[in-house]
């Protein structure tokens, strides 16, 4: 078995946790520091592409600078290019949106489809319809602005229970027999009963 440099198995080791623009300047940096700057001296000793040397120590000049410009690069998002759509979009869905009802995140969920949200900045802020992007898209694009969107079950109504009528003739039997005892005095208490009987937005919680 041939002798190996642990010098060199750490760097190669290194390079193998590192990906894109990290991994080609330290390449770069060792193939400068350690190969003086030969790409080729540095594919032989370490088994790097002489290729990826020479870009990482094109990088490693420019440094800094070239990692903010790569951070530029790619099509700007539909809300950052255009803050006017931003607002609007906000303006549009904020009234119909409501808070995690546990407070664990600052998401706002809306009862308003993307569809709904396309549409309404048609027919409230004018926009063209060919102009806009995807129902799609505006899924996304709600998404990256932190609203979820998911209909919001509203609280429903009490509804008779199925015991309901079992409870009034049980009480109305009970009623008849105390009245035909005189010795029996009756007494009429007016009470409320809280009853929990389907789903609530919030999960039934109100936030302080």
């Not at 760097?11 to 400068?32: C, N, P, Q, Y």
């Not at 709904?116 to 990256?144: D, H």
């Amino acid at each position: 078995m041939d002798w190996e440099d642990p010098q060199d198995a750490l760097l190669r080791a290194a390079a193998r946790e590192m990906t894109g623009w990290t991994r080609r300047v330290f390449i770069g940096e060792v193939t400068v520091r350690l190969c003086d700057g030969n790409a080729r001296r540095s594919e032989r000793r370490f088994g790097w592409g002489r290729e990826t040397a020479e870009k990482g120590m094109k990088e490693r000049e420019l440094g800094v600078l070239y990692a903010a410009d790569g951070a530029k690069r790619g099509r700007p998002r539909t809300e950052d290019k255009d803050p006017r759509f931003a607002a609007h979009l906000r303006g549009i869905v904020e009234p119909k949106t409501q808070a995690d009802p546990e407070l664990k995140s600052t998401r706002q969920y809306t009862n308003m489809t993307a569809a709904e949200v396309r549409q309404a900045l048609i027919e409230q802020k004018g926009y063209s319809e060919e102009l806009l992007p995807s129902e799609r898209t505006f899924r996304t694009i709600l998404n990256r602005m932190n609203y979820r969107l998911k209909r919001i079950q509203k609280a429903k109504p009490l509804k008779k229970t199925a015991e309901t009528n079992a409870i009034f003739e049980n009480i109305q039997a009970v009623r008849a027999e105390a009245r035909s005892d005189p010795k029996t005095l009756e007494i009429s208490i007016d009470t409320k009963a809280k009853v929990d009987l389907g789903e609530y937005s919030r999960g039934g919680k109100k936030p302080e």
